[in-house]
């Protein structure tokens, strides 16, 4: 018997075993496979699985996935491939578990993206890219976006799901309104006599797309501020498709799932840019990324002994009563294929974007620029409502803040300081 103040302890077998069986749930196996046929040389790719992160509760792994395709130029495809990652997790407090991590990941996400899109600017090279990021922890998926290259994906069950937003200005008239709204045209290439061909686009630069990194050339109203969106998978996986729109623009989602069904990931990819290729010819660089998010094997059970009466009774008799944990284990696996939808949004507005709805204390460190990370004197940061509906009723210490640099960017990408006053905004 154990006294009321006493501490009972738990063998380490048990320990190791419900270990294993938790991990053995919340991790699923990721394959993966990629396939590109190239006209411009201007779409790049990111995979990393395996990432392993340090947090309070001990040490997990997660895995990344990014697209990039770039125009104008391969300079800002490179530079976000190389520096969107250490952005995005610049941005998430180290002291979090899992579960507040995960939270996190889709402010984060909007930091890494604008951080990113300043720093390239800064280096003041025409170039832009569409950029499709998506982080895998355990069974969530969090997928952000600009641009139009695009991610899906099928549930074992196969419902298809789509995990980012079309940018392009020909599909999307909420971008348009708000680009014009923030001081920027938008319409088609005039040819002369009054003759308009081809899609939509944005004016002064010409670019089609609303959203991207880079582009400073075109406007700030062209924002790095992604669509993300965040799902939680059941533990019977699925299959997800990266593709650049060299893809999209030749196969309906249906096609390119059905083509390589049964296929693994590296045979997949290819056959899918295969028959993107043959089904529009190479106009454009065409890329494929396909993962698969599977439950992990379970552990073969072993041979039964010979026979023996006592034996068989025993067995029987555990059978018909499991431990919680084993039969919570089985309904784990068991539960319906399910894909639930935990965090969407679109909006372009920063103050919406980087708000302090999630309850973290230290979700931007009060004298820390929320965007940059830099560290601030009191008194310096610039709340992130500053200028809105909100802002009468702002204390001092009601943050996030951003440093005068990504206040000056905020400005300029709601069409509140003219883009002219930074960057030439001559089209190319």
């Known amino acids: 018997m154990y006294s009321k103040g006493e501490h009972q302890t738990v063998p380490l077998s048990v320990l190791l075993k419900r270990e294993l069986a938790n991990e053995k749930i919340e991790k699923p196996e990721i394959v993966h496979g990629q396939a590109s046929q190239s006209k411009k040389g201007e779409d790049f790719t990111f995979l990393k699985t395996e990432c392993q992160r340090a947090m309070r509760d001990g040490v997990t792994t997660f895995s990344v996935f990014g697209l990039f395709d770039g125009h104008n130029g391969s300079a800002a495809a490179i530079y976000t491939k190389e520096n969107l990652l250490n952005n995005v997790l610049n941005a998430?407090?180290?002291?979090l578990n899992r579960d507040e991590w995960v939270a996190a990941l889709p402010r984060a996400l909007v930091a890494g993206?604008?951080?990113?899109?300043?720093?390239f600017q800064e280096r003041a090279q025409m170039s832009g890219t569409t950029v499709t990021f998506v982080i895998i922890e355990g069974w969530v998926i969090t997928v952000a976006s600009v641009g139009d290259s695009r991610c899906i994906f099928e549930s074992a069950e196969g419902g298809i799901y789509y995990l980012s937003a079309d940018h392009r200005l020909e599909c999307n008239e909420e971008e348009r309104e708000r680009i014009t709204a923030s001081g920027g045209e938008v319409g088609r290439l005039n040819t002369g006599g009054g003759a308009e061909i081809g899609p939509l686009r944005c004016?002064?630069?010409?670019l089609c797309l609303s959203r991207s990194v880079g582009d400073m050339d075109v406007g700030e109203f062209i924002v790095p501020v992604p669509y993300v969106k965040q799902v939680k998978l059941s533990t019977a996986g699925g299959?997800?498709?990266?593709?650049?729109?060299?893809?999209?623009?030749?196969?309906?989602?249906e096609v390119a799932l059905d083509c390589c069904r049964g296929m693994p990931p590296d045979v997949a990819a290819?056959?899918?840019?295969?028959?993107?290729?043959?089904?529009?010819g190479l106009r454009d660089d065409t890329t494929c990324i396909v993962v698969d998010i599977l439950p992990q094997e379970k552990p073969a059970a072993p041979l039964p002994p010979p026979k023996k009466p006592v034996k068989g009774m025993l067995k029987a008799m555990f059978r018909k009563k499991p431990?919680?944990?084993?039969?919570h284990i089985d309904k784990e696996y068991m539960e319906p294929d399910v894909v639930e939808e935990l965090f969407e949004e679109g909006s372009a507005m920063l103050s919406e974007r980087l708000d302090t709805k999630y309850p973290l204390c230290n979700m931007f460190k009060l004298f820390m620029c929320a965007v940059c990370q830099l560290e601030m004197k009191p008194g310096e940061g610039i709340s992130i409502h500053a200028g809105t509906s909100n802002s009468v009723k702002l204390r001092p210490w009601d943050g996030p803040f951003l440093c005068s640099s990504c206040q000056e960017k905020k400005e300029a990408m709601e069409g509140k300081r003219p883009s002219g006053d930074r960057h030439s905004s001559e089209s190319d």
């Open 239 to 253: 299959r997800m498709i990266i593709s650049s729109d060299g893809v999209w623009d030749a196969l309906s989602a």
């Open 323 to 327: 431990s919680e944990s084993s039969s």
């Open 270 to 280: 290819p056959q899918i840019v295969k028959e993107a290729v043959q089904s529009k």
């Open 92 to 95: 998430i407090p180290t002291d």
């Open 203 to 206: 004016w002064p630069g010409g």
């Open 113 to 119: 993206f604008v951080k990113t899109d300043k720093d």
